[in-house]
C-alpha cells in the first residue's frame, strides 16, 4: 500500500517552467515503479514519464523529451517532475502513479495507486 500527494502545480506563462512533486507514504517507494501521467479535458489519461523500480534513468513521452525532466529522492520517498519550455498544449491535470505490477511503463491502468492530481495550466 503507498499513498500518493501531489503539489506543485499552478498557473504558468508559456515558455515557463514549473516543478511537481509527489510524497509518498506506506512501503519505500524504491519497490515500486514510480509514473507521472496527465489528462487534458476531453482527453484520456496520457503517459507523461516513468522511473522502474531500482532504476535512475526515467523514461518519457516523446512530446516532453528534453523539455521535462523526471527524478526521485529514495531518502524522501518523493519523486519530481521539472517541466521547463511548457507550453499550452501541456495543460491538464498531472497525477503521479505507482504500482508494484510489471508491464509497460507507458500503461495508466497498470499503475495501482495514484494520487489526486494537481492542475498544471500554461497560457499562451
Known amino acids: 500500500q503507498v499513498q500518493l500527494v501531489e503539489s506543485g502545480g499552478g498557473l504558468v506563462q508559456a515558455g515557463g517552467s514549473l516543478s511537481l512533486s509527489c510524497a509518498a507514504s506506506?512501503?519505500?517507494?524504491?519497490?515500486?515503479?514510480m509514473g507521472w501521467f496527465r489528462q487534458a479535458p476531453g482527453k484520456e489519461r496520457e503517459f507523461v514519464a516513468a522511473?522502474?523500480?531500482?532504476?535512475?534513468?526515467?523514461i518519457y513521452v516523446d512530446d516532453v523529451l528534453g523539455r521535462f525532466t523526471m527524478s526521485s529522492d529514495n531518502a524522501k520517498n518523493t519523486v519530481y517532475l521539472q517541466m521547463n519550455s511548457l507550453k499550452p498544449e501541456d495543460t491538464a491535470v498531472y497525477y503521479c502513479a505507482a504500482r508494484r505490477r510489471f508491464g509497460p511503463l507507458r500503461t495508466p491502468n497498470t499503475y495501482e495507486y495514484w494520487g489526486q492530481g494537481t492542475q498544471v495550466t500554461v497560457s499562451s
Open positions: 522511473i522502474s523500480r531500482g532504476g535512475s534513468r526515467a
Open positions: 506506506g512501503r519505500t517507494f524504491s519497490t515500486y515503479d
